[in-house]
C-alpha cells in the first residue's frame, strides 16, 4: 500500500511540472494553430533568464519567476510580429521548418552568451529541503510546481470559459474572418495569447528547472516529452492536458518503480494506445 | 620541353616532402550539439599542448584537422574517418568521445597505414579491435574497480548498483560488483535505468526499500547528473545515512557548479581532477584554461586530448614524419611519463594507459567555489576490463 501511495506521489508532482511546461504548447497548437516546436526554446529562456537574475543579479526567487515569465514575452512578441504572423493558417510543414529552425538559433544564441554548462535556479530557503509526509518524503519545491501547476490549470480554464477575451479567443479560433467581420481585432486576440502561452512556457521553464535542467539543448532535448503530452490530451484542451499529464506522469514513474529495466517502454506503449484509440487525443476537439 | 617541367616539378615535390612537411592529425569528437563541452575539452588540451611543446616535431609541421560528430553516430564518424584518410592525407586519427564511434573507426586503420589515438571514448573492447589503436583517457573498469575496495572499506557491506542502461553503464555494474563481491560485500540489487529519464525518485526510492547501506552510480556526466544528485538529497537519503559511490563522470569539474551543496560529500574515483597538486598541472591548467576562455568549462577529456597529442608527437619523432601506423604504434609501447595527471605509462600489451587512481570528495573550497578533493591514491592501476573480456 506505501508504494502504491508512494508511486502516486511522485507521479503527482512530475504529472503536474509536465503539466506546467506543455500547457502553453497545448494553447498554441490547439487554440492558434500554430506546431511551435520551439516552445521548448521559450521554455528555456525562461530558465535562463531567472537562473541569471537570482544567481548572477541575486534576486529573489518571486522576483526572478516574474522577470522570467515577462523577460520573455518580451523577447518573443517581436517574433511573434516578425515571424509568426506569416505561418498562422500555414501549411503544418512550413510551420514546423520555421519553429525548429528558430529553435536552433536560440540553441546557438544561448550556447555562445551562456555557454554549455548547466545553469541551476537557486531556490529559497522556503523552497529548498523536504517535507515529510508521514510515510516518505518529498521535496518542498515539488509541491510548489503540484501547487503552480493546479492553479495555472484554474486560471486558464477561467481566461477561455468566463471571460470575455475568452469569448473573442474561442470566435476568432472557430472562424477568423467572421470574427473579424464582427469587429474582433484577431491579430491583438492572436497576439495576446501567443504571449500567454509563452509566459506559461517560460513559468514551466523555471518552475521544473530542478526535474529539467536549463542548459543550451533543453530546447530539443525534452521536446518530444511535451509534444506527446499535448497530442495524448487534445490540443487545445486544459482538462485534457491536466488528465494525460497525470496518466503518463503516473506510467511512467510506475514503470521506472517497478521494472526499470523495461525503460519507456510502457510510456510508449500507453501513448500508441491511447493514440488509437482517441486519435485526437484525450479531450480533442473536433474540427 | 612540357614533359620535362612536369618531371622536375614533381621531383621538387617529393623531394620537399621528406625534407619538412606538414604532418595532419584529425580529430574527431563533439564539437557541436549537447556534448560540445567535452569536444571543447579536447580542443583546449590539444591546443594546451601545442601551445606548449610548439606546433612542429623536428622540421616537420604539425596540423589539426577538426571533424564533428555532435552525437554518437558510428556511420558519420566512419565516413569523416574515411574523408580525413582520403582527401586530407591525416597521418594520424584521433579524438572519439563515444565509444561506438571510435569502435567503427578501427577496421580502417590497417589499409589506411593510419594509428588511431583515443583521447576518451571508454569502453575496455575498442584497444582489442585494431593492433594500432592506443588510449590515453580511462575504462570505466579502470575508474570503478577502485570504488569498490573504499565502499568496502567505508563499512558498506549491502550496495545497490544504479546505471544508466547503455555500453558504459553496463560496464560500470559489472566492474563495480566484480571489485565488491571480490572484497567480500554483496550487491543486493543491479538498477538499469534508461538514458533518457528525467525524474529519479521512483529510483530513489527503489533504493531506500531495498535496503542497501550504499549505492553506487553511473550516470554519463552532463543534465542528468544534476537531476539524480537532487534527488538523492530531496528524498532523503542522504539524511538517511545511504553511502554515495560513483567513479567521476558524476562530478565533473563543470558541473560541480551547478550540483553546489548537493555534491557535498560524495566520493568518487577518477583518473584526474583538476585541482590535482603538481607542477605540470598547474603548467597544464593554466595553458588549457586561456585555451578554453572559461576556466571553468575545464573538465576531464582536456588530459586525455593533452597526453593523446604527447603520444602523437612522440610517434612522429620516433617514425621521422614517415607514414609508417606499426613502427609509430611501436614506438609508444612502454612509453611512460608525467602526464598533469600523474605518472602514466602505455601499457606494451594493451595499448591502453596505466594510470594512478584517485579517491576524491567533493569539497567547498575557501572561495566558496567546489573542487573534487583526492584523498587517496591507487597506484599504477591497468584496465581490469580487458581481464574480464577474456
Known amino acids: 500500500m506505501q508504494t502504491v501511495f508512494s508511486i502516486a506521489v511522485d507521479a503527482l508532482a512530475y504529472g503536474m511540472v509536465l503539466f506546467v511546461i506543455s500547457i502553453g504548447l497545448s494553447v498554441t497548437m490547439g487554440l492558434m494553430r500554430v506546431v511551435n516546436l520551439a516552445h521548448g526554446a521559450f521554455a528555456m529562456i525562461g530558465g535562463y533568464i531567472a537562473s541569471y537574475a537570482a544567481r548572477d543579479l541575486g534576486l529573489g526567487y518571486g522576483l526572478a519567476v516574474l522577470l522570467a515569465v515577462f523577460g520573455t514575452i518580451v523577447i518573443a512578441v517581436p517574433i511573434e510580429r516578425l515571424l509568426y504572423r506569416r505561418i498562422y493558417g500555414a501549411p503544418e510543414l512550413t510551420q514546423v521548418l520555421m519553429t525548429i529552425g528558430i529553435t536552433f538559433c536560440i540553441i546557438g544564441i544561448a550556447n555562445y552568451a551562456f555557454g554549455p554548462t548547466l545553469k541551476t535556479i537557486p531556490l529559497p530557503p522556503g523552497l529548498e529541503g523536504s517535507v515529510d509526509l508521514g510515510f516518505r518524503s518529498i521535496a518542498t519545491h515539488r509541491i510548489f510546481a503540484i501547487l ?140 | 620541353m612540357k614533359r620535362t617541367i612536369i618531371a622536375a616539378l614533381a621531383a621538387l615535390t617529393i623531394g620537399g616532402a621528406a ?83 571510435a569502435m567503427a573507426v578501427t577496421p580502417l586503420l590497417e589499409q589506411a597505414n593510419v594509428p588511431l589515438v583515443i583521447m576518451n571514448a571508454a569502453t575496455s573492447a575498442i584497444v582489442t579491435k585494431s593492433p594500432l589503436v592506443v588510449r590515453t583517457s580511462f575504462t570505466l573498469w579502470q575508474t570503478s574497480t577502485p570504488i569498490a575496495k573504499v565502499a568496502k572499506d567505508a563499512g558498506v557491506s549491502k550496495v545497490i548498483s544504479v546505471v544508466s542502461d547503455y555500453g558504459p553503464g553496463v560496464d560500470a555494474e559489472n566492474a563495480f560488483k566484480t571489485g565488491f563481491e571480490a572484497a567480500g560485500g554483496q550487491i543486493v540489487e543491479a538498477i538499469r535505468m534508461p538514458l533518457a529519464t528525467n525524474d529519479f525518485s521512483p529510483i530513489m526510492q527503489r533504493i531506500k526499500d531495498s535496503g542497501a547501506e550504499g549505492v553506487f552510480a553511473f550516470l554519463p556526466s552532463g543534465p542528468t547528473t544534476l537531476g539524480f544528485v537532487k534527488a538523492f538529497n530531496e528524498n532523503g537519503l542522504k539524511d538517511a545515512g545511504i553511502k554515495f559511490f560513483a567513479p567521476g563522470d558524476l562530478t565533473q569539474e563543470s558541473d560541480l557548479p551547478a550540483l553546489g551543496d548537493a555534491a557535498l560529500g560524495i566520493q568518487t574515483t577518477f583518473h584526474y581532477a583538476v585541482s590535482h597538486d603538481s607542477p605540470e598541472n598547474k603548467t597544464f591548467v593554466e595553458a588549457a584554461g586561456k585555451a578554453i576562455g572559461n576556466p571553468a568549462e575545464l573538465s576531464f577529456p582536456s588530459v586525455g586530448a593533452y597526453d593523446g597529442m604527447h603520444v602523437v608527437y612522440k610517434m612522429i619523432e620516433a617514425t621521422g614524419g614517415e607514414q609508417d601506423a606499426q613502427k609509430a604504434v611501436d614506438a609508444v609501447k612502454g612509453l611512460a611519463w608525467t602526464s598533469p595527471r600523474g605518472p602514466v605509462s602505455i601499457d606494451p600489451e594493451s595499448r591502453h594507459i596505466t594510470q594512478n587512481i584517485y579517491l576524491r570528495e567533493v569539497t567547498k573550497a575557501e572561495d566558496g567555489s567546489y573542487y573534487n578533493k583526492e584523498i587517496t591514491t591507487f597506484e599504477k592501476q591497468g584496465d581490469p576490463g580487458l581481464a574480464a573480456l577474456k
Open chain 1, 148 to 287: 503552480c501547476g493546479l492553479s495555472v490549470a484554474a486560471a486558464l480554464w477561467y481566461l477561455i470559459e468566463r471571460t470575455g477575451f475568452g469569448v473573442k479567443l474561442r470566435a476568432a479560433v472557430d472562424d477568423a474572418a467572421m470574427a473579424a467581420a464582427l469587429g474582433v481585432r484577431t491579430e491583438i486576440v492572436y497576439a495576446v495569447s501567443f504571449a500567454v502561452a509563452v509566459g506559461l512556457a517560460a513559468l514551466g521553464g523555471v518552475v521544473g528547472a530542478e526535474l529539467l535542467p536549463v542548459e543550451p539543448y533543453y530546447a530539443l532535448r525534452y521536446m518530444v516529452t511535451f509534444l506527446v503530452v499535448v497530442s495524448v490530451g487534445g490540443a487545445g484542451s486544459i482538462s485534457g492536458a491536466l488528465i494525460a499529464c497525470l496518466l503518463l506522469g503516473g506510467i511512467d514513474t510506475a514503470g521506472r518503480y517497478l521494472v526499470p529495466e523495461f525503460g519507456e517502454f510502457f510510456f510508449y506503449l500507453a501513448v500508441i494506445a491511447i493514440v488509437c484509440v482517441f486519435p485526437r487525443g484525450l479531450a480533442g476537439r473536433i474540427r
Open chain 2, 19 to 101: 625534407q619538412a612537411d606538414t604532418i595532419k592529425i584529425g580529430v574527431i569528437g563533439p564539437f557541436s550539439g549537447p556534448f560540445a563541452l567535452q569536444g571543447k575539452n579536447f580542443k583546449a588540451g590539444i591546443d594546451a599542448y601545442m601551445a606548449l611543446n610548439g606546433s612542429k616535431v623536428g622540421d616537420d609541421d604539425i596540423e589539426v584537422i577538426y571533424r564533428d560528430v555532435p552525437q554518437p553516430d558510428p556511420a558519420q564518424s566512419k565516413a569523416l574517418a574515411q574523408e580525413l584518410v582520403v582527401k586530407e592525407g591525416v597521418q594520424y586519427l584521433a579524438g572519439f568521445y563515444f565509444t561506438p564511434d
